[in-house]
């Protein structure tokens, strides 16, 4: 009686000790109008319904999410859990007092994973650092497996041509990894660096080198499977890379590799692995749900129905999936660190699988205390990372514009690359066309190996986040500007191909004054900037009848909008190129990662950084073409510490990096100056940072857009 007691005066103490936490937290959450309508807690009781322990729930979870919560975290001594959910004034829900079955099974074990990573590695507001993955791993007694395509992306990776992200994945007790396309990125002879680096086997069945597959490492792994024995269950992996990684990657990165057919594959791993003595078999699939792939993930478990294989852990399409065909779960998690799944397998007495997957997002991990000594890792790495990031490629003489441009603190932002051209939206183009030509196939060349086809290409507005001052161009400066780990594509398509999805880009743009010019527009992220092509639209038609004319910059020839039948090579980011109307279209090759791409365009038109870019602020790509007729407009610019100067006086200016023959006049601090139509940069002296005008945006032109504010543009007066 005195130990029911004892625990029972226990649970009262920590239940009110919660009521106490959950009071201290009311107002943060008052303060912050973002925050999630309910507050969750877990409480553990043992056989007797006795409270053990309890644990509070942060953040907008699912309800797989807090069911994976209660069992990462279920204590000793516990037999079942209730999930209590209160609202922001703690009165109880409907919901609240839950119960979760946490009732041991006969045999368990957890998979945690992860694909498409590209690099990121490093916690951000949008990325599950790998030291959390670690300490989840941890607290669920857990393996790690990666579907592939880690060491390719972000500056963290391409940098260091992946080995500090196998620095990573090693101190954050990663298992078994698929080896993804992108792992060929850098050559055989990188790739078979990084696979000797890892503590953990990088692994794939199909992909042979002279009869013998490519991964195997003698004394370390066959290189096609692996079985971990986890809490007396023997888990079976092996892993398959697409064949469609021939088209994307760089050829000569695969001379001399045979990469076999996945499903014939599959069913002889499986087979082997059943032989082993495999409870449980797990195919690490780079393969994703691209229909142009020769072998999909879904593909694969149709044709694998009935098997023994048990799950798919997939990758390559960045796709989220959770999903069950014939019996194989199948389950993707994205891309860059922005899921991390957790399959949990359990097996009875008679030998059934059950497989139950959840999908854990940002918000799960707030609850995740990271594991220090990987976050050291992890901050070492990008400390020397920093170096490398400030290395210098070039000069800019005129601001590479791109993202949004605040024109003072807590201002709002003109997203100016969202509403019409920009040079920074032009440099990427044309990069991405530069790079197609290096991968674009031999059937596309003449008899002397020229490419007898044209080439265009389109970024969309929103992949590219910040601008690069005029100056020093960092590949840092590259790197932070295009964040999504993007990779450039090429397809075939044609005009009427072409005047289709343009007219979707640029049905944001609704309106435009047809005396000032000024566009009124959605500032959609899939607003075009293009390359190789110059559009012509009315802003104020119709949705799908905007666009008056594409034409061809090299060849200098209109395309007719109902023309299907000739061919056009399109390249783009992965993102654009796999929606719309470019979706269902065989993508022709893949190349470079676009930072990457970007980097080594500048290279090319500036002899390796020693020439000056030179680019203006717009070359005419895109232009309006209704009732408004382009003129010359003020702008206005305010200036700082201009104390000396009088009403009247005038100042000179740069436009576009040249002095411009009509200086400016001083009206109460604010220089009105006179310049031809469109955007332009703006600065006072030769090595001042650069300020942005633009009539058809509005900036430097109006003060106020609806609730905006917008501002006008400052520079310092000396």
Not at 487 to 500: G, N, S
Not at 547 to 555: D, G, K, P, Q, R
Not at 696 to 716: A, H, K, Q, R, T
């Amino acid at each position: 009686m005195k130990k029911l007691f004892a625990k029972k005066a226990a649970s009262v103490l920590v239940f009110l000790t919660m009521l106490t936490m959950l009071t201290s937290l009311l107002p943060v959450f008052a303060a912050d109008s973002t925050a999630q309508i309910y507050l969750h807690c877990a409480a553990y009781y043992d056989s007797e319904g006795a409270l053990v322990d309890a644990k509070f729930i942060s953040g907008t979870l699912n309800d797989d999410e807090i069911e994976a919560f209660v069992k990462v975290y279920e204590p000793d001594g516990a037999l079942k859990a209730k999930v209590f959910e209160w609202t922001e004034d703690l009165q109880p829900t409907e919901n609240s007092g839950k119960e979760i079955d946490i009732s041991d099974p006969y045999k368990s074990v957890v998979i945690l994973h992860t694909n498409d990573m590209h690099g990121a590695l490093a916690g951000s507001s949008s990325v599950i650092g790998s030291d959390s993955v670690a300490a989840l791993k941890k607290l669920d007694d857990a393996v790690l497996a990666d579907g592939g395509d880690a060491a390719q992306g972000v500056a963290l990776a391409s940098q260091s041509m992946g080995e500090d992200v196998i620095t990573i994945m090693n101190a954050a007790g990663y298992d078994v990894m698929a080896v993804g396309n992108h792992e060929f990125d850098f050559g055989l002879e990188q790739l078979s660096k990084l696979r000797n680096m890892a503590s953990f086997p990088m692994i794939s069945a199909n992909v042979y080198s002279d009869g013998s597959p490519l991964c195997k490492i003698d004394g370390k792994t066959n290189g096609e499977n692996v079985i971990i024995d986890k809490n007396g269950v023997k888990v079976g992996f092996f892993a398959l890379t697409t064949r469609n990684t021939a088209t994307s990657t760089k050829p000569e990165n695969l001379a001399g590799l045979e990469f076999r057919d996945e499903v014939e594959t599959a069913k002889e791993q499986v087979s082997y692995l059943d032989a082993q003595g495999a409870d449980v078999i797990i195919a690490i699939t780079h393969m994703g749900v691209l229909k142009e792939s020769l072998c999909s993930s879904e593909a694969l478990a149709n044709a694998m129905a009935g098997t023994e294989l048990d799950a798919i852990i997939d990758g390559h399409s960045h796709t989220v999936i959770n999903e069950d065909i014939g019996g194989i779960t199948i389950a993707q998690t994205g891309t860059g660190g922005a899921n991390v799944g957790r399959m949990e397998i359990d097996i009875d007495e008679n030998n059934n699988v059950s497989i139950n997957e959840t999908m854990l997002s940002k918000e799960f991990f707030k609850n995740i205390e990271p594991d220090p000594d990987v976050a050291s890792v992890i901050d070492s790495v990008s400390a020397e990372l920093n170096e490398t990031l400030m290395q210098e490629i070039g000069e800019t003489e005129i601001t590479l514009w791109g993202g949004g441009l605040k024109n003072f603190k807590d201002g709002a932002s003109i997203a100016e690359s969202r509403v019409g051209e920009t040079n920074f939206g032009s440099i990427i183009s044309d990069a991405m066309i530069f790079d197609a030509e290096d991968i674009i196939p031999d059937t596309y060349k003449n008899s002397s190996g020229e490419i007898d086809i044209p080439i265009v290409a389109i970024e969309n507005g929103g992949g590219f986040r910040a601008s690069v001052p005029n100056g020093k161009i960092t590949r840092g400066s590259i790197i932070n500007a295009l964040p999504y780990a993007n990779t450039v594509r090429i397809k075939e398509v044609t005009p009427a191909i072409l005047y289709k999805a343009l007219e979707g880009y640029i049905a944001s743009v609704t309106a435009q004054d047809p005396e000032t010019g000024f566009l009124t527009a959605e500032y959609s992220g899939s607003f075009p900037q293009i390359g190789g092509m110059r559009i012509s639209y009315d802003p104020n038609k119709a949705a799908g009848e905007k666009l008056t004319n594409v034409s061809l910059i090299a060849e200098n020839i209109d395309l007719d909008r109902n023309d299907s039948s000739t061919k056009i090579i399109l390249a783009s980011n992965d993102y654009v190129i796999e929606q719309g109307e470019f979706k269902d279209i065989p993508m022709i090759a893949e190349g470079s990662g676009l930072s990457e791409a970007v980097i080594n365009y500048i290279n090319h038109i500036t002899n390796n950084g020693t020439e000056p870019l030179v680019m203006p602020t717009t070359t005419g790509r895109i232009m309006t073409d209704g009732a408004y007729k382009p003129k010359d407009y003020t702008a206005h610019i305010n200036l700082k510490n201009a104390d000396a100067l009088n009403n009247g006086d005038t100042v000179q200016f740069y436009l576009d990096g040249k002095l411009y023959d009509k200086p400016g006049v001083l009206n109460n601090g604010v220089l009105d100056i006179t310049v031809p139509d469109g955007a332009h940069s703006i600065k006072l002296r030769p090595d001042q940072a650069e300020v942005f005008v633009n009539n058809y945006s509005g900036n430097g032109v109006i003060d106020v857009y609806g609730n905006l504010n917008l501002g006008y543009p400052e520079l310092e007066y000396q």
